[in-house]
């Protein structure tokens, strides 16, 4: 057997041991405690038989307590037996070699676990439930853990181990004054290791770990990667790996520390890995984990020089040491850090030891490198001293040119041949990189060639490291031959070592670098095509039959609408696939392509088209919620798709993006003959990406028919009924029905309640929603109290960080700052967009939103510098994003426009108007939006001194105006219209003025009837009826509301004063009185 194979098997076999060992770590916990309540329960009996002889109750409390002991008993009997069958499973683990085999027994150990597990969970019920509850928590500590693990490898996946040393050689480290010293001083624990790429620092890193953890150091080790992946070389990534490593290093991580509960907020939040936090709070976690293991640590870190710090949360250079630094110190630890020579990093130096790797210094090294590479190439023994002396004056200590040398050598057809390439061998690495690729057209098969070239360009442009499985799938190798193929095409520019797929030394992909961006075709290798041939190989993958299969998509379907359910084993991608690598990438491929084939477009339509991409749709959903991942998807596609020639944007169609697939869907459920609900899940669906997509018509529609199904189906009250409903009512608030969507989802609210309990994710949100809907009936304080318990129970369920949690206190800061607490409501605005902005950069379009909200308060508040400078932010954002017809760049206008009438900038005010009133296609169809509009241009011309103009356009509005019409917005102009009125004082102004107010309250006394229809009000209730509107336009709702009690009068329609949906959320920025108007 290779020694290749055998690491395969060997990393195999670890792999399932982990799982294994972890499922037997949670039943082997459930066993001790019963053990422990089983010796308690027995101590507790005959104490209390001893106490109470012959009393009739201590009889029956004894026979209550030999009952439970006879489930524990059960219970224990189960468990312990799935232990003794684990354990000698796993110890046939350990002497397996056979790969069917190894299959067989993860079959064995399944079936073994999942009968156990329903005997045991069985028992369970009748155990007393303090102890079913701590068992039960343990076991779901344990999963909640595992689901850590698994994000933080998005952000740090596993990377193969650094290349192991040569016998005889690194030693002369451990002898060098400066690591003696670092190794005996507390007062210089950094360490900086330099040296020129090439002379072997990653495997001097690696002889440093081997070496001081068979001393019994504590030490963790990461390797930035740039030369394997982008996403392998920046904090983030360190910061991930290290708290993987801390936990593999502990016993576990206990539920109530602050590191468990920040580390499952932050993997809750972030769905995408931990490259979408701020450095600063997932190295809090790190920090929090150095400390509770109480252990000094050796940190070993390679090829800094490799970090990547650009990125909108990633910190810079000085602040990353900084911050490690200080932890090494409050832990006592010490790190050594190998480096390239960088003038980034010799302020940082001078604080710490450090050892230059210089020629000299490496060159006994080297030579008993190219002394034993030569005898293994098995060349001439007549030629060695030749060559050695060759490596001697030309190496400069680099292990690396010494390498590729011996490589080129080693290519040699006989000693003529030989003696040749010593007289001719290129002086540099990058053209020993060039004499290999080309030397690779006489070598290989044209098949073979393409091949080659095809994995190089694969591994140049992966957006993480691949493993050898996952380019077997990806090119359909035969996966026990795969690393010796891929290794004898790609030798010495890449490797299989460590069972990863990557370049051999960061200069490969710094010379394929150099090479793409001068457009050097001469190697035969097209680094434009790059991104195409990783998208044609996504879609392949992601095209592939098992994708289509109806169970597999049901399992994530139903998932995502119960929170309860759990996604079958069998219906998620096979382990080691390119299957996780297409899903997460194929779209990012796709549109960098530059000049796309016609193969590669049919391919990506026959994808968006097919069930495969219901599948792939459905797993987006349960990794990164909702539609979030679908519909961004479908943003950047379009965005590609309108640069493509015509002819190709026809191979492509979006007009049926996602439609065509979930219609597809629901009819294969129905011909099927599966379970009923399946059609409606699917269709409850498509009318979620309606609403999304902006489709009012189709989304009402479609939610309807899909409540009345599910209500014929299952009954009102089954939890995806009221799932529909709650979807019913989001349309219709949304379609300004606000009314009915309120008492849709007080209803609810009500059953959820009682079906689902208080804390279920479903119940919060439908309450958020509820909270909306009192929020647009201006029942602010109702919708603050809504989103008070809202907002609690997503705190203590998912943390602070949380994007539930956050999303809460924008929706009540709202509420707030309605109620008149501005300052209150600016503050935890404010807050909002600087913890958006740390977890997730100045990009983020929750923050942009939450700026809106800033710069509103702020101009309310009189800040009018501060908010021009927030609301020209956030539109620079918007404008490219939308267009100008849409309410969402439309209301950020206005509300612009309205920020420099308030600052006294009159012409800017007035472009602005212009620029709306040219954008909009129909402004008047937009009724509030237009009141709006109209009445800055009203207040505008009254500035300029154009009083009559001003109060003829804002009167006209009024006259025309239906009474279902009414708004905040108008109402505001009645305010200010009147204002002009009586200013001007002309001949029956005062009596418009108070005209203008008709209709808007009514009395309540009973001792008022006019008796004629549509008789005007009198000039009490006109007069009662300005005054309150003046009130609540102040935000003094509650002396609004004492006014017209005292008068007993109420107003006519509580909708006049609604908030009106749609755009962004800002509706009234017309509260501030002009004050040259009063």
Excluded at 168 to 180: E, G, K, N, V
Excluded at 364 to 388: I, K, N, W
Excluded at 1036 to 1052: G, I, K, S, T, Y
Aim: charged share 20%; glycine share 6%; with cysteine.
């Amino acid at each position: 057997m290779s020694s290749a194979t055998e690491r395969l098997r060997i990393s195999i076999l670890n792999s399932k041991v982990g799982k294994f060992e972890g499922k037997l770590r949670e039943v082997r916990n459930a066993s001790e405690l019963v053990d422990k309540e089983l010796q308690t329960h027995a101590t507790y009996g005959g104490a209390f038989a001893a106490i109470t002889p012959g009393c009739q109750f201590g009889r029956s409390c004894i026979l209550i307590n030999q009952l439970g002991l006879d489930s524990l008993g059960n219970i224990t009997s189960d468990v312990h037996s799935l232990m003794d069958k684990i354990d000698r499973t796993l110890e046939r683990v350990q002497h397996l070699s056979d790969y069917t085999l190894q299959q067989q027994l993860d079959n064995e150990l399944l079936v073994l676990t999942h009968e156990n597990t329903r005997s045991v969970l069985s028992e369970l019920k009748s155990l007393p439930l303090s102890i079913t509850h701590e068992i039960l928590d343990q076991m779901q500590g344990t999963l909640d853990l595992t689901r850590m693990k698994q994000w933080l490898v998005l952000s740090a996946t596993e990377t193969s181990p650094p290349v192991p040393h040569a016998d005889d050689t690194c030693s002369w480290l451990l002898q060098h004054p400066s690591f003696l010293k670092w190794t005996q001083s507390e007062e210089t624990p950094v360490l900086w290791v330099q040296g020129h790429g090439g002379c072997g620092k990653s495997v001097m890193a690696g002889y440093l770990q081997e070496h001081l953890t068979a001393e019994g150091s504590n030490t963790l080790f990461y390797r930035f990667q740039r030369s394997a992946s982008t996403t392998q070389s920046t904090p983030t990534s360190f910061a991930s790996s290290l708290i993987s490593q801390l936990l593999e290093r502990s016993a576990g991580l206990p539920s109530v520390t602050g590191a468990y509960h920040q580390l499952k907020n932050l993997a809750t939040q972030c769905h995408l890995g931990p490259q979408q936090c701020a450095i600063k709070t997932i190295w809090a976690v790190a920090a929090s984990l150095l400390k509770m293991c109480g252990s000094q640590f050796i940190f070993i870190i390679d090829a800094m020089d490799e970090c990547s710090f650009d990125g909108p949360s990633l910190p810079g250079r000085s602040a990353f040491l900084n911050t490690l630094f200080e932890s090494i110190r409050e832990t006592r630890s010490k790190v050594v850090i190998f480096t390239r020579p960088e003038p980034m990093f010799v302020t940082a130096m001078q604080s710490g030891l450090s050892i230059f790797m210089a020629g000299d210094l490496l060159l006994p090294d080297v030579m008993t490198f190219a002394r034993r590479e030569y005898e293994q190439l098995g060349l001439p023994d007549s030629e060695m001293d030749r060559v050695l002396e060759l490596v001697h004056s030309s190496s400069h200590g680099s292990f690396r040119w010494t390498e590729l040398l011996l490589h080129d050598l080693g290519q040699s057809l006989n000693i003529a041949d030989l003696r040749t390439r010593i007289r001719t061998l290129p002086p540099s690495i990058g053209e020993l990189y060039r004499q290999s690729l080309l030397s690779g057209v006489h070598r290989f098969s044209t098949d073979e060639l393409e091949c080659r070239n095809a994995l190089l360009l694969t591994i140049f442009q992966a957006q993480r490291p691949l493993r050898t499985t996952e380019i077997a799938h990806a090119f359909s190798l035969r996966p026990e031959r795969a690393e010796i193929v891929i290794s004898g095409l790609c030798k010495p520019l890449a490797s299989t070592f460590g069972g990863f797929f990557h370049f051999s030394h960061p200069s490969v992909r710094e010379f394929f670098e150099l090479c793409h961006q001068t457009g050097d075709d001469s190697l035969g290798i097209s680094f434009s095509g790059s991104h195409g041939l990783l998208a044609e190989k996504s879609l392949s993958c992601l095209l592939e039959e098992r994708y289509a299969d109806l169970h597999r998509i049901e399992s994530y379907l139903i998932a995502n609408y119960d929170e309860n359910a759990h996604i079958y084993t069998d219906a998620q991608p096979r382990e080691g696939s390119f299957y996780n690598y297409a899903f997460r990438f194929w779209d990012y491929h796709l549109v960098r392509t530059k000049a796309p084939s016609k193969h590669l477009l049919r391919q990506a339509n026959n994808f968006i088209l097919s069930l495969q991409f219901a599948y792939w749709s459905e797993r987006s959903r349960q990794d990164y919620g909702e539609l979030v991942r679908v519909n961004v998807v479908f943003g950047t596609l379009v965005s590609w798709h309108k640069g493509l020639s015509s002819e190709n944007q026809a191979l492509l169609g979006l007009d049926n993006y996602f439609e065509r697939a979930y219609s597809l869907l629901g009819t294969a459920f129905d011909c099927a003959k599966m379970d009923k609900v399946l059609p409606w899940l699917t269709r409850m669906t498509i009318g979620d990406f309606y609403f999304i997509r902006v489709l009012p018509d189709k989304a009402t529609s479609t939610h309807q028919q899909v409540l009345a199904g599910l209500q014929g189906l299952l009954g009102p009250r089954h939890h995806l009924t009221l799932c529909a409903k709650s979807g019913v009512a989001y349309v219709k608030l949304y379609a300004g029905k606000i009314r009915v969507s309120n008492r849709m989802y007080n209803e609810v609210v009500n059953i959820q309640r009682e079906v689902l309990g208080e804390r279920s994710s479903h119940f919060l949100e439908t309450l958020l929603y509820k909270g909306q809907s009192e929020y647009y009936m201006a029942d602010f304080a109702a919708a603050i109290t809504t989103w008070t318990k809202v907002s609690a129970e997503h705190l203590g369920l998912l943390g602070p960080e949380s994007w539930q949690y956050l999303g809460t206190q924008w929706w009540y800061s709202q509420g707030v700052a309605y109620m008149g607490h501005l300052d209150l409501a600016l503050q935890i605005f404010q807050s909002i967009v600087q913890k958006r902005h740390e977890l997730f950069g100045p990009g983020d379009s929750f923050a942009n939103v939450t700026q809106s909200s800033v710069g509103e308060i702020q101009l309310i508040l009189g800040q009018h510098e501060e908010s021009i400078a927030t609301i020209q932010d956030v539109l620079v954002w918007r404008r490219e994003v939308y267009p100008p017809s849409s309410v969402f760049r439309l209301d950020i206008e206005i509300a612009l426009a309205i920020a420099y009438y308030a600052a006294g900038m009159k012409q800017a005010a007035q472009a602005m108007v212009e620029e709306i009133e040219e954008g909009a296609d129909n402004l008047h169809s937009l009724f509030e939006r237009y009141c709006q509009v109209a009445h800055l241009k009203g207040l505008l011309l009254a500035e300029e001194g154009f009083i009559d103009m001003a109060i003829h356009l804002l009167q006209n509005i009024v006259t025309e105006a239906e009474e279902d019409q009414n708004n905040r917005a108008l109402l505001w102009i009645r305010l200010d219209l009147a204002t002009l009125l009586k200013r001007r004082d002309a001949e029956g102004d005062r009596d418009q003025a108070s005209a203008n107010f008709d209709n808007i309250v009514k009395d309540i006394s009973g001792d008022y009837d006019s008796g004629i229809p549509d008789e005007p009000d009198p000039p009490r209730l006109l007069a009662v009826a300005e005054k309150s509107l003046r009130l609540v336009r102040a935000r003094r709702h509650h002396e609004a509301r004492q006014e017209l009690n005292l008068e007993q009068v109420d107003w006519r329609r509580s909708s006049d004063f609604w908030l009106w949906v749609g755009g962004t959320f800002y509706k009234d920025f017309f509260q501030i009185t002009p004050l040259d108007l009063t």
